[in-house]
């Protein structure tokens, strides 16, 4: 499994607009081969910071999200708005336990 784990800021009055960019992706990339997850959040200590937390079954499937449209789409609208570079880490992980 590959976890990307994306933070990133923008100005207070630009988080709305790139929330909601994000969130009009979520569907399409959730619909992706091998997606297992895609979580957006804004920061409740800081209205200048979001962050994306991507599930993908292995590294082909998140590979191919950073190839698609969607991706492309999002880094096109939501860089303007970024007020420093964007942090991505990326993690392979086994899963454990699903507990629930």
Request: charged share 30%; net charge negative.
């Amino acid at each position: 499994m590959i976890i990307a784990m994306v933070d990133f800021r923008t100005a207070a009055v630009d988080r709305p607009t790139a929330l909601a960019r994000l969130d009009g992706e979520r569907d399409q990339v959730r619909a992706m081969p091998g997606n297992l997850a895609f979580r957006v959040h804004a920061c409740r200590e800081d209205d200048t910071r979001v962050s994306i937390v991507h599930e993908w079954a292995d590294e082909t499937s998140f590979a191919g999200y950073l190839a698609s449209d969607s991706f492309a789409r999002s880094g096109t609208a939501l860089r303007p708005m970024m007020i420093e570079a964007p942090v991505s880490r990326r993690f392979r992980a086994e899963l454990w336990e699903t507990v629930g």
